[in-house]
């Protein structure tokens, strides 16, 4: 009985964080011209998700998200979706959202117990920052024309965003922490 008890709460939270994601693209996208990538609220809901969710959780939560908007949901930031998302110069980087996602989780799981600002901020920022860019500069290169460099630099105009974001990010996953002091834990 415990099991059916904690597999219904991780769907239900797995739901819950694909919801925030799709809630994060009410925020209105900036879009850099020269790279066809939008500024999106939803890389912070990739943080929240492996921060707060842990690894697994956060992973699946992203991955329900993407598939949400793989059968056309208009769920990405600008009220996009469909298969055809998957194939724009955005693409590698909502890819990274679910690694982000993962490598997040996995860090903050491992630390949950003494998480502290700073820490939770390094994490998302390995995780959401350089993890999805590793993957998204690539993929708009090869999908843009534009050399790699070119998007490399290009993309420096959204760190100072992406920085504020696991800012955020890591100051509300120290109070849920001190709410949620188990949430870490495994299951009996």
Known sequence: ???TVVRTKDIVLIALFAALMAALALFPPITIPALGVPITAQSMGVMLS????GAKRGGLSILLFLLLVAIGLPLLSGGRGGLGV??????????????????????????????????????????GIVV?????????????????????????AF??????????????????????????????
């Open 86 to 127: 998957f194939f724009g110069p955005t693409a590698g980087f909502m890819f990274g959202w679910v690694l982000g996602a993962v490598l997040i989780g996995y860090l903050h799981e491992r630390a949950w117990a003494t998480i502290e600002p700073f820490k939770s901020f390094l994490y998302c920022f390995l995780g």
């Open 1 to 3: 009985m415990k099991h």
């Open 159 to 188: 760190i100072p965003g992406d920085m504020l974001k696991a800012g955020l990010t890591a100051l509300a996953v120290v109070a849920i922490r001190k709410a949620f002091p188990a949430m870490h834990q495994p299951a009996a």
């Open 50 to 53: 492996g921060a707060i969710l």
């Open 132 to 156: 999805v860019y590793a993957i998204g500069i690539p993929w708009a290169s090869v999908n843009t024309g534009v050399s790699l460099v070119k998007v490399a630099v290009g993309s420096l």
